[in-house]
């Protein structure tokens, strides 16, 4: 339990990240291209951005649920299983982007913030899937 309780924090932490990446962004626009430009130039990546700020805040709710920190919530045990495959699904491109080969975009190299980013998905993910194992009684609350 202790485990997926960690894998919360993580969850929520990676939504902070996203959150102040998708501030800085709307503020970045905003003094470079002006109030109406940014909405209509970049406006769909910060939209993205927020988007994945809302999955990780509710990858991080379900991970307390099943920790058993918080009452449990709707499709308990379907979720965090849901939740722990596209953590590990998405980390596992790690291994593509280390040989140089970006899976988003061909017209992109790879970056360190790619690397750092599928790496800290794929420990949060095998964080989920330890926690889950461990997990007394087998069954997710």
């Known amino acids: 339990m202790k485990l997926l309780t960690l894998g919360a924090a993580l969850s929520f932490t990676a939504a902070a990240a996203n959150a102040t990446i998708a501030v800085s962004n709307l503020h970045s626009e905003h003094l470079s291209h002006g109030a109406e430009a940014g909405a209509i130039g970049n406006g769909g990546s910060t939209m993205f951005t927020l988007a994945v700020v809302a999955l990780f805040a509710i990858s991080g709710l379900y991970a307390l649920a099943a920790s058993g920190r918080i009452r449990s919530l709707p499709l308990m045990q379907n979720a965090i299983y849901a939740i722990t495959g596209f953590y590990l699904l998405r980390g596992s491109f790690l291994l593509p982007q ?19 980013l599928s790496a800290l998905v794929l420990a949060i993910g095998i964080v989920h ?11 997710t609350r």
């Open 129 to 139: 899937l330890v926690g889950l194992n461990r997990q007394s009684g087998g069954e």
């Open 98 to 116: 280390l040989f140089g080969y970006n899976i988003f975009s061909s017209r992109y190299e790879v970056s360190a913030a790619d690397l750092l």
